[in-house]
């Protein structure tokens, strides 16, 4: 019995030393070479929320959690009933604006008829006095006559320019309503997946109440940290690859998109040499755009994996690293809208 137990435990010790040196064995094979950086992370992507501008009560939403929604989709109606009744309103009041701007006008062709004329008669009775057959007291009354018809033609001027000033806030107006009542329809600014439902049919909400957020899934990446010594080697647009989880064998092509210019983890004093090493700098790999846009109704957040990052332009990628995906979309292009504020040591 004592000679099985001991056979039976060397089996057990043969297995798991041929487990571990298996495992070793393709744990080697996948060494990282010089001139790289690892880090662990997972799949991330931008929230957005989508909101109301103006008060309103909620008519329905068309999404559920869950859901894939495409850049300009209708997902909530707001209550516009009351903006639209104003916007009628406005409008109203933008016509009446144009009437009195015209009855303006013709006030003041009226005006600049009567100024000519006053003008005129000046003329002629200056001309008469001249020729001794008018009195300087007629004159006197004609110049008032002209003072008086350039002082109301003024005034009509002046009330023209004030309907076409009404006319014009009167305009701004409707065009704000319009506005308004357009922004009561919601529309999804971008592609995404729906993560909350925050509202519901039949609640008010104020200026700002959200009605869902979703995962903007057109800027999706992985966030690792680096030590002070890889992240200061770094920029944006520096190739990268992810492998995930679920897909181990597969590597994803990426780019840098993002250095901290903060450490994390920092001490505040700063002595040592083994404290310098503890400085982490946070690091962004955005995977590649056609990637994610081919793939886009599959891709999902949350997912845990490794990113790599190539520390020496000149060093070559590990063949594990150069997966289908890597050929087919290539390294990334450098996004004009990426950040890279540079990492300090």
């Known amino acids: 019995m004592k000679r099985s137990l001991a056979i039976l435990a060397v089996i057990v010790a043969l297995a798991a030393a041929g487990g571990a040196g298996a495992w070793y064995l393709a744990h080697r094979s996948r060494a990282l070479p010089p001139g790289f950086a690892e880090g662990n992370g997972r799949i991330e992507a931008t929230e957005v929320d989508v909101a109301t501008k103006a008060a309103g009560r909620l008519l329905d939403v068309l999404a559920e959690e869950g859901d894939f929604i495409k850049q ?10 009351d903006l639209e009744a104003a916007l009628r309103t ?25 100024l000519d004329l006053a003008t005129k008669e000046l003329e002629r009775q200056e001309t008469l006095v001249a020729k001794g057959f008018a009195t300087e007291q007629k004159v006197d009354q004609y110049r008032t006559t002209k003072l008086t018809a350039a002082a109301a ?35 999804a600014p971008k592609s995404g997946r729906v993560i909350y439902r925050l509202a519901e049919p039949g609640e008010v909400l104020g200026a700002g109440g959200k009605v869902l957020t979703f995962i903007d899934l057109s800027d999706v990446y992985m966030t690792i940290f680096l030590p002070a010594a890889d992240a200061g080697r770094i920029g944006v647009g520096t ?34 040499q083994r404290e310098r090493d503890r400085m982490m700098f946070r690091v962004k790999l955005r995977v590649a755009r056609p990637l994610v846009e081919k793939y886009l109704e599959h891709v999902k957040t949350g997912v845990t994996g490794v990113g790599y990052v190539r520390l020496d332009p000149a060093a070559q990628w590990p ?27």
Not at 90 to 114: M, Y
Request: proline residues 5%; without cysteine.
């Open 153 to 187: 033609l003024a005034a009509a001027q002046s009330s023209l320019a004030a309907s076409e000033s009404a006319i014009r806030a009167a305009e701004a107006e409707v065009d704000r309503l319009k506005r308004l009542v357009a922004d009561g329809t919601l529309i």
């Open 90 to 114: 406005a409008d109203a009041q933008a016509a009446q604006a144009r009437q009195s701007r015209d009855t303006a006008f013709h006030v003041v062709e009226q005006r600049k008829g009567e």
């Open 72 to 81: 300009g989709q209708v997902i909530a109606h707001i209550d516009v009933s």
């Open 239 to 272: 190739p990268a690859r992810l492998l995930l989880e679920p897909l181990p064998d597969r590597a994803v092509p990426a780019a840098v998109s993002f250095v901290s210019a903060r450490a994390q983890f920092t001490p505040k004093q700063v002595e040592t």
């Open 319 to 345: 063949a594990w690293l150069d997966s289908d995906l890597v050929q087919e979309f290539g390294e990334p292009a450098k996004d004009s809208g990426a950040k890279d504020t540079g990492a300090k040591k």
